[in-house]
């Protein structure tokens, strides 16, 4: 009964490949977002999506693309990754973009 | 600009002193404001929140929070802190266009 689940937890790969990470939510909310936090714990938005349409894109490389196929889901999907692109990203969600956010376990990303 | 500031950056205490962390806000509009607290290797969990009405929130853990609307501020405080309050603690606003941000987080170390 995990309210925002992640998957993969931990996700290694090399420079250059593209990946995804997957996102939902079963709370009912209407609002989902995507966080980058780096090694010294700084948490910067990246996306937010209200009923499935982007609201926040924030300065991110556009190799970064949020996919929303429905509102209980916002999946990251990053082209030709990076060395800085190591980092954890986590998943949140709220109902409206004022309400307090339900975050997820977080997926740390290693990239070789 | 939206943005919200921490103070403190590592705060380190004994067991039972008592703990406040600064936060500022700068908004031009309607905000309401969260503490989140995130124990290592874990997700961000919701300490509290501030909406309207009484300026003296209070959330779990017996962790409050006062809202001063004059100075900007919404400080974080608990007058015992316990060695399992180790971890890292971010204040963060919202607005209702749908704008989130965080500060850059304290690390509370608590030492037994």
């Known amino acids: 009964d995990t309210a925002v689940s992640q998957t993969p937890k931990y996700l290694v790969t090399q420079m250059g490949n593209d990946k995804s990470i997957k996102c939902e939510q079963n709370l009912g909310h209407d609002t989902m977002y995507w966080y980058k936090q780096d090694s010294k714990k700084f948490l910067k938005i990246m996306f937010s999506?209200?009923?499935?349409?982007?609201?926040i894109n924030e300065t991110v490389p556009n190799r970064f693309s949020p996919k929303s196929p429905d509102k209980a889901h916002l999946n990251l999907h990053i082209n030709s990754l990076e060395l800085g692109d190591s980092a954890v990203y986590f998943c949140?969600?709220?109902?409206?973009?004022?309400?307090?956010?339900?975050f997820g376990p977080g997926t740390r990303l290693t990239v070789t | 600009a939206q943005s919200v500031s921490q103070h403190n950056h590592h705060v380190i205490l004994s067991e039972a002193a008592s703990l406040e962390l600064g936060c500022n806000y700068s908004?031009?509009?309607?905000?309401?404001l969260f503490w989140y607290v995130q124990y290592p290797g874990q997700h961000l969990q919701l300490l509290l929140k501030y909406f309207s009405g009484d300026p003296l929130v209070k959330g779990i853990k017996g962790f409050e929070a006062e809202f001063i609307k004059s100075k900007f501020s919404f400080n974080l405080r608990k007058p015992s802190v316990q060695w399992s309050d180790t971890a890292e603690y971010f204040c963060a606003g919202n607005t209702n266009a749908g704008k989130s941000t965080f500060g850059d987080g304290t690390t509370l170390t608590v030492k037994p």
């Open positions: 999506y209200n009923n499935k349409e982007l609201i």
């Open positions: 949140a969600s709220s109902q409206g973009g004022l309400s307090e956010q339900y």
């Open positions: 908004y031009g509009g309607t905000v309401n």
